[in-house]
Structures are given as structure tokens and as C-alpha cells.
Nanobody, 120 residues
């Protein structure tokens, strides 16, 4: 089993910055793609950014130029640097990872989420 734990959320004023972290733990052979998703009240969960094991990235249009996703494969960590935050970025942010574990094929895992609130 793989556990994903997010941290770094909080309350920030518009224009401010936050850095989210996601720590993966458990018996893991390899982690393939990792990503950040978010869900605002009354809305569906949406993709924010993804990063492949080799480092290639993709972003939602709404965060391009403001957010940067990165990962440290040696530590099984992923990060999301969020700059120039806007009130519409307010949401619960979830960590997502596809991981290879013993005696099973690749599976997708989710963290519990961390709240990000941007005040105007």
C-alpha cells in the first residue's frame, strides 16, 4: 500500500505564494506520473499539473506561468510552487501518483488533500 500525504496549504492573500508538498511512503518499486488536482466547493475535481518520472510536465491553462510542479525521485516527494495566487485558486488540493508496488500492477493513489484559501 502507498500513502500520500500533502502539506503546505493555508490561507494567503491574493498575489501571494504557497508551496505544497506531497510525500509518498510505503513499499514502492517505482512511481510513474504524479500530479496535483484541486476541487473547489460545488465543482468537480480538476487537474492542476502533472509530472512524469522523467520530469516532463503539463499544466492546466489556468495556472500556466504561475505554478511550477517538481519532484524528487530519490525522496519520493512532489512539490507545487504556487505564485501570484488568485481567489479562484481556492480549493482542496490533492496529490495523485501512479505507483508500482510488490505483487501488483501499477495503481493510482490519492492523498487526503490540503486546503488552500486565497483571500481577495
Amino acid at each position: 500500500q502507498v500513502q500520500l500525504v500533502e502539506s503546505g496549504g493555508g490561507l494567503v492573500q491574493a498575489g501571494g505564494s504557497l508551496r505544497l508538498s506531497c510525500a509518498a511512503s510505503g513499499i514502492i518499486f517505482a512511481i510513474n506520473a504524479m500530479g496535483w488536482y484541486r476541487q473547489a466547493p460545488g465543482k468537480q475535481r480538476e487537474l492542476v499539473a502533472v509530472i512524469a518520472s522523467g520530469g516532463s510536465t503539463n499544466y492546466a491553462d489556468s495556472v500556466k506561468g504561475r505554478f511550477t510542479i517538481s519532484r524528487d525521485n530519490a525522496k519520493n516527494m512532489m512539490y507545487l510552487q504556487m505564485n501570484s495566487l488568485k481567489p479562484e485558486d481556492t480549493a482542496v488540493y490533492y496529490c495523485n501518483a501512479e505507483a508500482q508496488v510488490p505483487f501488483a500492477g501499477p495503481r493510482v493513489y490519492w492523498g487526503q488533500g490540503t486546503q488552500v484559501t486565497v483571500s481577495s
